[in-house]
């Protein structure tokens, strides 16, 4: 039997699950299951929040957003795309964005003055909406000759910054807009990119065998992560890479269940080139797709030769090294064109994008060892994961909120990697159908005290089945754990590579300026997708056959962490010095927001209250759903697809 061998025919019960005579995970079979209305919803509620945290964050407080949206205004205006050092920030883009890097904001918003008595943006009048000028009236394209160091997003592959200056060239008379009106149209962009996240989310978990009120938590997850909705909402390369990452996942969930077909390995090598054009994080995405073949590969032989089969099969399932080839081949030859041309010009992958060593601002830590490092670097990982709010601090969550959730996030993660290491390896279906069901779940056991005569006498079919039988019997009680382990393993080994990543480069930046540098949370959200997926089977563990509720809690939960991170931006940036949050400062709030925001004051107000209606709704409908209660409760079958059946007390709600 090859990969590309239908796997046999079994009963199906629900016409929305995956066929039996397709691969596990496929597109083909996910593809027949609709998305659930909760889902949609939750989506929905995703951009309405993302559409919200744009006005939230005022023009320019997104990570280096000045220096983004400048790569996109040079290639507009045919700067093409220099040598590192060369690239200078446009005199059009400086004129207001030095407000907050360098000038009368910069104490408030980049170094936490606000409490040593620096003004809030609500007490500093912006200028009126029909005075504020476009990109080209306040100085164009020409670059700045002040002495100030280079745009260093010239290190960073053109893939977002050539689609954002392609939009809004397609947009007709944008050029004359308001600079701020420009950089929310690019802002947008980012929105719409990152748009589909829950339904990655949603559509991974099934492809992995999920039931579907898991999938609809891990689809609600990512509102729980407010740092990730404050990213998306700016411009920026994260959610270009974020995007890319996620559809992967979604992919690599059908391969490490056994979905090992050429065409499978071409998409997964389609959004992998793509993340390559992104940012250099795509390095740690050949790992997760070896391993996930790997896993793959296990899988296929497992389903292959379940335990207690009585079919012969046709050969072995072969090492998967053509479709891990051409994932990753087709993923290098889309976008590693980038890196080997940077590599030929300036003699390394991603060159220093100041070609100078910068000042460093972050503060010196000390005393100087490893330990030292250690505590900052895992600390300001996790704060800044969730929170993220500022640039660096404050506004900040609770540091009740964040241990609470890193807590619960590892918590559950843990258990659905150990629940899917102990869970048995499943039986297959008696070869006649009168057999009874115990007899069928006593084949491994059966096959071990067979006796060697038995196995020496019988026909050729039989020894083979005996021998299939004793292979799997052996990978459920030997070694077979490794492989049901390493599936939730494939799907976090984006976020775990890329903290080693963000570690590495953090350290040895310590090493030459003890300093803190580069320790931003937000380089995990390129995991978000597999994440989402792993917390959400390990949540249906614990609830069990409560799992219903599992959308509810997470949504629950978000609302938790949503509240607390608007509260604590809304107050640090929206309200004058003094002056605490109360409910009946709200009106206050969006109206200072609504000052400084690029479009008319109804629009800000309109999306404000979309929001808090969707979130009501969204709500309502998943605890309305919960409580009618499935009819029927998922279970994962012999070869791994998710059928439909009645509850049962024992189940595990995992893949």
Known sequence: MTPETPMPEKADTQENEPRRDEPPGSGRSSGRSKVPVLVLLITALHVALLVTYSFVYTTWTGYDEAQHVDMVYGLQHGAGWPAPGEKMIATGVAATSDDFDRGRFQDMFQSGGKRRGSPSFAEIAPTPRGDRLSFDELGGATPVDDGRLSNQMIQHPPLVYAIGAGLLDVVAGSEHWAYDQQVLVLRLLNILLLAPVPLLAWAAARRFGLRRPLATAAAA????????????????????????????????????????????????GVWFGVAMLSKAFAFALPFT????????????????????????CAGRVRLPVLPAVIAVGLGVAIGGWWWVRNYLLYDALQPNGWATDPPRREPLLLPDSFFTWLWYFVRTMISRFWGGLGMFEPPQLSPIAIVAATVTVIGLSVTAVVTAARRRAPVAEAVTEDAPAAATEAAPDAAVEASPKAATTASPEATTTTEATTEATTASTGLGWITRAAAPLVLLAPVFLAYLMVGQRSWAEYER????????????????????????AGLGRLLGRR????????LLGALVMQGLALLAVCSYYWLPRGVRFVPTRIPDVVSAIARWAPLPVGVTIGAFVLTGLLWVGVLLVSVRTARRGPAATSRTDAGGETTETSPQPDQVALA
């Open 513 to 536: 300026y003890t300093r803190g540098i580069a320790v931003q949370g937000r380089y995990l959200y390129l995991g978000l997708v597999g994440l989402a997926v792993v917390v959400a």
């Open 221 to 268: 997850l990512p509102l729980a992560v407010p740092g990730f909705t404050r990213v998306g909402a700016t411009f920026n390369n994260d959610g270009i890479l974020i995007l890319a990452t996620g559809a992967l996942t979604v992919v690599l969930a059908g391969v490490v269940r056994g979905d090992l077909r050429r065409r499978t390995a071409a998409w997964a």
């Open 547 to 554: 799992a219903r509720w599992a959308p509810s809690v997470v």
């Open 289 to 312: 797709i070896a391993a996930a073949y790997l896993v793959g590969w296990r899988q296929a032989r497992r389903d292959q030769h379940p335990a207690g089969d009585g079919r012969p």
